[in-house]
């Protein structure tokens, strides 16, 4: 093995020849292998030692932080033998094992590993560092997670059990050893606390190519919680199946199961989605709703809608439909309408999948494909159960809707949702299912089609001008429209938005849609009808709510399919749809004809001066205004996101935040940064409260701060960084010009993961640069 490596290194360039005789005595003077004096005192870089094996032996270079290591693979080579031979199984590939070693020419390390294991071997090759790194983090993570979460706070009353209440016992199967170690516990409690303090609807933890993101569907909209190492996927993702009682060796197959939680003196339902992706297992956690249900003011329906919707509440008999997108909160909806008809004198039952809210005085029941209990066949018993008000969680096939109808005409009132993008495409789909016209025009009340957009956020909320682009969609005239946005605060984590708002379309079933429903005239038939009787679109209602400033012109364009209509006028100011023979626009009473106030010619409404006298006719748009008549509402909760395409890249630029008082170092540091092998995002900041504002607005990848600074210094800085789950995990690196060994114990203690003394050379600094960021992100 000597005489091989003792080639390599010539071979490769490491050493010259005068080099390696001297190594090879000292060496052998010391009593010690080539290889330990080499590697260990680091007489040649780890990584061009990584680089020649797999140039020169042909073996693969892996990047252990960003490799995917299956427990089955660490469970098949003991911890003692990994440490002994400097090497990590990464996975098993039929009778093969996938083995990271520092030194791929130690066969008798490869023997004794094939023996152990009873599997065949096959090399891969990593630096001598990232191998120790991931024999730590994988055998034994709760030592390494412990320092990142020590000063990391959770609720005391916070508890994750199984769906039956069960607690999961201390002591577990081998396999699952790892997820049962306390900081890991610690580690899912405050993931899922952290997004019940932020009202989030989903948990999404998505294994990346260097590291596994942890987010927060939020109003609707993905936000990043943290950036957790590649090695914690596995023990997190064991943890949680554990909990949501999955089989953990399963990875290869998607899996469902339930967690409870406890937060607040609440218990809160959470359903847990495993997929097998290419980079590990991704889970999806949805936080079902406590037992608040809003009520319709909150969830945003104006005085006249609440009134259509009390009136066919109050029916004894018909079909009242919620239509919209997935996530856009149908079921929270349907359960404001039960909760408003719930009394002692009514008899309430609903059939969901799954049931989202637990409400007392209701009779809920979950239907189960595996059992047989569909929604059709839970329909017909629950029908036998004297029934005044039925819920039926989706109407998704013939039979569910054509048992819902016959019910609606026999005295039950049935409430139910559909997948339609409008109230009037709701008709002809339930004609697509061959339900019978008459049954439709003789039981149907009431359609909502709804959408969810987030609410401006009433602290930072101010006039701005919007773009031309969505004003344009929305026939809003730039000149004469009001319309608001979130400056970005605290409260609202500098979104511009808290919480959501619905926005609606409420089609009545009048006499003359009765009889286009019976002859099957068509959508647009119908829905010019609606319109002729009052129904109100879904854009106009958009509008009203963005001229009040409740939400943005951005955020409608965002959520409401915006269908252009050649043969429908909307007035300039409100965008409300009008005839246009109008000469003002009954709504907000603008003029349509306009006249010069100098001249009195008539001129057009898109002039900015007048042809004829050359006045000026631009009317003047205040830079601030109160928002008059806005009643303040409470933001609705739904219990399901908004579909928002929010993808994220394998390979990103990393983001570097420099943090020092003296503005020279800093500069300093940027071109520094500059001549890293990879390009990096640099942000600079002067002192610790002004690092704290930057990472608020963008997690950077790593932090390099000066340790003394006026405000916060770099220890305070430090330690406000290892407090927050977010940034837990972010690589710190410490600058000072104090080389007092204290100082540096104090950084270490502090979480500190380098300490760089001043002055110091481009390439050194840039050397622990890379280091940080390989041994973190596997770059």
Known sequence: ?????????????????????????????????????????????????????????S?????????????????????????????????????????AMANPLAYDALQDIEFASGLRARRVVATSTEITDGIEAHYAPDDRLHGFLANVSETSGFRMLRADLEEVPATGSETAAGAELTPVVKMCNVIVEQALKSQASDIHIEPGLNDVQVRLRIDGVLTDL???????????VSRLKILARLDIAERRLPQDGRIKVQYRGEWRDIRVSTLPTH??????MRLLGSAAVPGFTSLGFSDAQASILESALSQPQGMILVT?????????????????????????ITVEDPIEYQLEGINQMQANLKTGLTFANALRAILRQDPDVVLVGEIRDAETA??????????????????????????????????????????????????????????CREVHPAPDAPLAKLHLDPREAIVYRGRGCQTCRQTGYAGRLGLYEILRITPVL?????????????????????????????????????????????VVQIEEEADVARCPKCGTAIDSNFATCPYCLYPLERVCESCGQQLKLDWLACPYCRASTRRAVPATAAVAGVTPMTPARAGAPCAVPAGRAAVKKPRVLVVDD??????????????????????????????????????????????????????????????????????????TANADETARTRGYLVGTDDYVTKPFSIPDLNARVMRLLRRTYGL
């Open 1 to 57: 093995m000597t005489v091989r490596f003792d080639a390599l290194l010539r071979q490769a360039g490491l050493l010259t020849a005068e080099q390696l005789r001297h190594a090879q005595a000292e060496a052998q003077q010391r009593g010690v292998s080539l290889w330990d004096l080499v590697v260990r005192e680091k007489r040649v870089s780890e990584e061009a030692l990584a680089d020649a094996f797999a140039r020169h032996v």
């Open 402 to 459: 054509e048992i819902a109808f016959q019910a609606s005409m026999t005295g039950h009132l049935v409430l139910s949702t559909l997948h339609t993008n409008s109230a009037v495409a709701t008709i002809a789909r339930l004609l697509d299912l061959g339900v019978d016209p008459f049954l439709i025009a003789s039981s149907l009340t009431l359609v909502i089609a709804q959408r969810l957009a987030r609410r401006l956020c009433s602290g």
């Open 226 to 236: 943290a950036q957790v190492p590649k090695w914690l996927h596995s023990p997190v």
């Open 279 to 284: 980079f590990g297992e991704k889970i999806v």
């Open 324 to 348: 919209g997108p997935t996530g856009s909160g149908k079921t929270t909806t349907l359960y404001s309408m039960i909760c408003r008809r719930r009394s002692p004198e009514v008899n309430i």
């Open 514 to 558: 009765k009889e286009l429903i019976q002859r099957r005239a068509g959508e647009g038939e119908m829905r010019k009808a609606a319109l002729q009787a009052g129904m109100r679109p879904l854009v106009d209602d958009a509008l009203a709510k963005v001229l009040q400033g409740l939400t943005s012109p951005e955020e409608v364009v965002r």
């Open 59 to 99: 073996v693969p270079r892996v990047r252990i932080a960003s490799a995917t290591v299956e427990p089955e693979a660490v469970k098949a080579v003991a911890h003692k033998l990994a440490r002994k031979h400097l090497c990590l199984p990464l996975k098993i590939e039929g009778k093969v094992l996938v083995l």
């Open 662 to 735: 003296d503005e020279d170092m800093r500069k300093i540091i940027r071109l520094a940064l500059t001549k890293l092998p990879v390009p990096v995002d640099v942000e600079a900041a002067a002192d610790g409260l002004e690092a704290l504002d930057a990472v608020q607005r963008a997690r950077p990848d790593l932090v390099i701060a000066d340790l003394m600074m006026p405000g916060m210094d770099g220890f305070a800085l430090c330690q406000k960084l290892r407090e927050d789950i977010a940034t837990t995990f972010v690589p710190i690196m410490m600058l």
